[in-house]
């Protein structure tokens, strides 16, 4: 089944700097892909959602790339501050039509002032 | 609002108990499912359900049994809680064609 694998799992940056976390994965057949962020003693909130079909999404302060023919997925905190300190999780679904979000083994960013 | 909540949000149960863990979602979604979240491991399929009647099994489906008594309600059991099963528990539900999940808050689960 497919198996996603998820670096670094932990990530220390200053104020301003970038951070950058990527997943691969093994199933060409995954289509869905996200990324969640927990912060200590919360669930899990959505920050992007992607198709396969989407390479470069934008969001508030982070860029989600897509590389299908790598099966890689990653997120870049352009320039982080304080409150981006959480885990981050990847997840992905492939067609097995059961909609089971397979998720990555999480990342724990610091991110000092 | 359309939430999924969990109960209860902590549990202590000694080796050996059994243990009930809710959840109920108000999204009407037909896909609830089981994860539990360890660190190292992100979070992992325990079970999961398309619908009332209805359980699949997960990835670390062994020592769990589930039940999904409506499409509201879906229950994880542990009938001989172990140490090992210390953890913290999510339960989400989708709707599987727009792929949108929510996520409960959680239950942490305390086996000694």
């Known amino acids: 089944g497919e198996q996603v694998e998820q670096r670094p799992p932990h990530l220390s940056v200053r104020e301003g700097d970038s951070a950058v976390i990527t997943c691969t994965y093994t199933?060409?057949?995954?289509?869905?892909f996200f990324w969640y962020k927990q912060e200590p003693g919360a669930s899990l909130q959505l920050l992007m959602k992607?198709?396969?079909?989407?390479e470069i999404n934008e969001g508030q302060g982070f860029t989600v790339l897509l590389n299908k023919k790598d099966k890689r997925l990653s997120l870049n905190l352009t320039a982080a501050h304080p409150g981006d300190s959480a885990a981050y999780f990847c997840?992905?679904?492939?067609?097995?039509?059961?909609?089971?979000?397979?998720f990555g083994e999480g990342t724990k960013l610091t991110v000092s002032s | 609002e359309a939430a999924v909540t969990q109960s209860p949000r902590n549990k202590v149960t000694v080796t050996g108990g059994n243990v009930t863990l809710s959840c109920r979602q108000t999204?009407?979604?037909?896909?609830m499912y089981w994860y539990r979240q360890d660190t190292g491991h992100g979070l992992r399929l325990i079970h999961y359900?398309?619908?009332?009647?209805?359980?699949q099994i997960g990835d670390v489906p062994d020592g769990y049994k589930a039940t999904r008594t409506t499409q509201e309600d879906f229950f994880l059991l542990l009938e001989l809680a172990s140490p090992s099963q210390t953890s913290l528990y999510f339960c989400?539900?989708?709707?599987?064609?727009?792929?949108?999940?929510?996520f409960g808050s959680g239950t942490r689960l305390l086996v000694i």
């Open positions: 989400a539900s989708s709707d599987a064609r727009n792929s949108d999940y929510t």
């Open positions: 199933d060409p057949n995954s289509y869905y």
């Open positions: 992607v198709f396969s079909s989407t």
């Open positions: 997840a992905v679904i492939n067609q097995g039509g059961s909609a089971k979000l397979i």
């Open positions: 999204n009407s979604h037909n896909y």
């Open positions: 359900s398309y619908g009332a009647g209805n359980l």
